[in-house]
T-cell receptor, first 114, second 111 residues
Framework: EAQVTQNPRYLITVTGKKLTVTCSQN?????MSWYRQDPGLGLRQIYY???????DKGDVPEGYKVSRKEKRNFPLILESPSPNQTSLYFC?????????????FGQGTRLTVV | GNSVTQMEGPVTLSEEAFLTINCTYT??????LFWYVQYPGEGLQLLLK?????DKGSNKGFEATYRKETTSFHLEKGSVQVSDSAVYFC??????????FGSGTQLTVLP
């Protein structure tokens, strides 16, 4: 089954404790991205990747890191999480760079930083 | 930069009522326009899309027409069902391939 898989689905952590949210897709897509969803703000892009070893900042990159060592994986790293990073996170992938191409989303990771 | 303005929610309707969710956008160039739906506890999934002016996207009884003159992409359905209860997001994809989302509209349909 074609899918984007995120782990974990739920995470509660303490301020300053490094964490990684994994994202994997099995559709051989070149483009992958991370979004955060906050009430009243919709989804905002954190980082994106056009292909292996190619990443760039989205609209809200502060406090996050990413890497793209393999085509299928695009982990999101929070080196020192803070309470304002409490949010619902989504990973997405799409097959090419065309503007008409739809994105496929994972089921989301709900992160709480206390 | 690109932006999407979406009708504020929440919206509560009775089953079989007519639905409209307004969406307007600001963008340079020739964006593609999308409606995504998020059911409880799930990720977003594409509902419909339109890639050029005057295109009409449709799926599952939902429709939206890409209106360049009014920069709008309003979502409509003639008769909603309880199973349509979800959050609906309008989005555009511009030249940088980045999706820009509206704030989302929570729809609840009562039996």
């Amino acid at each position: 089954e074609a899918q984007v898989t995120q782990n974990p689905r739920y995470l509660i952590t303490v301020t300053g404790k490094k964490l990684t949210v994994t994202c994997s897709q099995n559709m051989n897509h070149e483009y992958m991205s991370w979004y955060r969803q906050d009430p009243g703000l919709g989804l905002r892009q954190i980082y994106y990747s056009m292909n292996v070893e190619v990443t760039d900042k989205g609209d809200v990159p502060e406090g996050y890191k990413v890497s793209r060592k393999e085509k299928r994986n695009f982990p999101l790293i929070l080196e020192s999480p803070s309470p304002n990073q409490t949010s619902l996170y989504f990973c997405a992938s799409s097959p090419n760079r065309g503007v008409e191409t739809e994105a496929f989303f994972g089921q989301g990771t709900r992160l709480t930083v206390v | 930069g690109n932006s999407v303005t979406q009708m504020e929610g929440p919206v509560t309707l009775s089953e079989e009522a007519f639905l409209t969710i307004n969406c307007t956008y600001t963008a340079t160039g020739y964006p593609s326009l999308f409606w995504y739906v998020q059911y409880p506890g799930e990720g977003l999934q594409l509902l419909l899309k339109a890639t050029k002016a005057d295109d009409k996207g449709s799926n599952k009884g939902f429709e939206a027409t890409y209106r360049k003159e009014t920069t709008s992409f309003h979502l409509e359905k003639g008769s909603v069902q309880v199973s349509d209860s979800a959050v609906y997001f309008c989005a555009l994809s511009g030249s940088a391939r980045q999706l820009t989302f509206g704030s989302g509209t929570q729809l609840t349909v009562l039996p």
